[in-house]
């Protein structure tokens, strides 16, 4: 598109301090990442904002741009009629920007997406960006995190979740949530109607955090997926949120990595699978489950007609309890993906899967990096790969094969486009 550089004109001005950035306004398409932007040139992107109407979306990620930029952007907002994507995580707005953007987000009516992600807001500027969400009726997607925003805006935020009829996604991971968060934010899932996609990894809601989502989820009919990973969540949440598992007919993704479960919550939550009806993806990683869980996860998917990716990797799940999940998975015809990588599986599991390999018509992703295959494993597999032609992903890496056997692997897929990790 033609654009007139008269001096004083913003564009004129870019064009004298970034004519590479300046390049990238004239193509139309703003991508304007990893450019080491700072302020200087993000005003000036800001002034154009403010006169141009034509881009509808502005990716500013990974550069420098500080507290001046985060307001002349939020006075952009305020005149600018057609931007609709906003990226500008991993910069440095800081609490000043946050506020002035929060403010701007009161009454813009274009703006359908928003990712903040670490740019050291900080508790205030959330409590505001809170209060933006209660008025803004144009916000569907929402990015905040690692931003070390608190319980009070956690809480400000839930508190606008109650009202506002338009977002569908938030995320909101590593800001440092506790308990009060987590319990004010089950709350807003008791009446919110329109929110699908709520991410809260890498906070401390804890136990009781945990039971008060589970209970929400009782009755929410919205939410799709709920990222809870590393927040410490225990057997007793775990308990509980595989009682809500037994109800909620709305939930498609559930991430539970990191979460010191154990091997009894692990197991109660296969049995929820048991009566389930909607869910399609369980992450359960790093949560030291063993055998009772892993052969309790192998009777769940004789019943299951929804689950299509298991994700149990850096478990204590032994041969015995994925003989069982092979066999099981051999004649399941849902289930698509299957993490085990680092568990304690020797050549038992691993020719049990390898006849599941060969039989599954089913699967795409296999992945058990990191056990304790050896040759036997191996060459069953090679074998196994030779007729199973729907795998698109499968890594075997770290395990005890030979490079004879290794080779016999690459063999069995050459030329099929799987990626192979060996």
Known sequence: RAKVEQPGNPLAELEAVRPDVAAKWREGGIHCMDMNIDDTTGVLLAKLLAKDNEP????????????????????????????????????????????????????????????????????????????????NKMLNEFRLGSNKLGDAAGKALAEALRTNTTLEKLHLDK?????????????????????????????????????????????????????????????????????????????????????????????????????????QQLHLNGNQLGDKAGKALAGALKTSKTLQVLSLNNNRIGDEACKALA??????????????????????????????????????????????????TGKALAEALKSNKRLLKFHVAGNKFSEEVKEAIRQAVKGRGLELKL
């Open 56 to 135: 509808q979306y502005l990716y500013l990620s990974n550069n420098q741009l500080g507290d001046e930029t985060g307001k002349a952007l939020a006075d952009a907002l305020k005149a600018n009629k057609n931007l609709r994507h906003l990226h500008l995580h991993r910069n440095k707005l800081g609490e000043e920007g946050g506020k002035a953007l929060a403010e701007a987000l009161k009454s813009n009516k274009t703006l359908f997406e928003i990712c903040l992600d670490e740019n050291q807001l900080g508790d205030e500027a959330g409590r505001v960006l809170g209060e933006a969400l209660k008025t």
């Open 175 to 279: 800001n440092q949530f506790g308990e009060q968060t987590g319990q004010a934010l089950a709350d807003a899932l008791k009446t919110n109607k329109t929110l699908r996609d709520l991410g809260l990894d890498d906070n401390q809601l804890g136990e009781e955090g945990g039971r008060a989502l589970a209970n929400a989820l009782k009755t929410n009919e919205k939410l799709e997926a709920l990222l809870l990973s590393n927040n410490n969540l225990g057997e007793e949440g775990g308990k509980a949120l595989a009682e809500a598992l037994k109800t909620n007919k709305a939930l498609r993704s559930l991430c539970l990595n990191e979460n010191q479960l154990g091997d009894n919550a692990g197991a109660v939550l296969a049995d929820a699978l048991k009566i389930n009806t909607a869910l």
């Open 327 to 376: 066999e099981t998975v051999r004649r399941n015809k849902k289930l698509s993906c299957l993490h085990l990588d680092d568990n304690r599986l020797g050549d038992v599991a691993g020719k049990a899967l390898a006849e599941t390999v060969k039989t599954n018509k089913k699967l795409f992703w296999l992945h058990l990096d990191n056990n304790n295959f050896g040759d036997e």
